[in-house]
């Protein structure tokens, strides 16, 4: 067996927060104010109201739950699940647990079911609209991004036929670890549909149901202003020769045979 499957594998997500210096190499223009730039363009969905952070401020759970428990909420309704509160709940807890040390809460007050119900119900008029505009088919939930050496399969929240779809629900704007994260989303999956003969994403789309903001951008066009010109065989033989470089700094480390 190649010593590459006995290597630690990384979430993307955790790879484009916690460690983006790969990403920045193949994108070494997604600086601050480019971020700034790309995050002027961001529009609303007319059919909907951001979240009021005063009801925001009186539930007693912690934010990123509370905002989990929101799209566990959305899957039901997309879903066509009958609601269920204490599935969305389990849901939601088992979701932190792979990121954070969630400490799940015992009951859900009202306050909480009413703003968790919101952003569900903004989180879903979004994707309708959005299905819509591009006249695409379906909505997928959690479409799976292919891994790549050490970088394992990974999930993403929403796509349809045509776009890529992340959601983030925070009180600042967009920022460059969540550009990094769905351009890394899409660079993986570009590379496994060239060997698939599939199709992929043509736009990506950040989505802030909380705010009702969102922004739109085309893989294309943002990956050749961020990389400085490259192609995207360019941009994709470079990750390969990136993490292989990273598997064999790692595999010759002390202990990396455990």
Known sequence: MS???RLPTRDP??????????VDVLFPQLIPGIVASLNTSAEKIRMIRALDDND???????????FELGQARAEQILKQEEMNWTACLNLASSRQN???????PGTLRKIDIDIAEHVASNTVTSLEALKSRYNDTNITISPRISGMHWVSPSYAD???TSCLIEVKCTQKGFGASDYRQILLYWLLSLASSFEMNTEIWQRGILLNPRKNSLIIFSFHELSTLLSGGKSVIELIEQLQALLADNCEKIS???YSHL
């Not at 925001?56 to 509370?66: E, F, K, Q, V």
């Open 3 to 5: 010593r590459f499957f």
């Open 13 to 22: 997500r955790t790879i484009a927060r916690d460690i983006p210096g790969i």
């Open 56 to 66: 925001i401020a009186r539930s007693t759970l912690n934010a990123a739950m509370l």
């Open 98 to 104: 792979r990121f954070y040390d969630a400490v799940t």
């Open 158 to 160: 929403y796509a349809t």
């Open 252 to 254: 010759h480390t002390p």
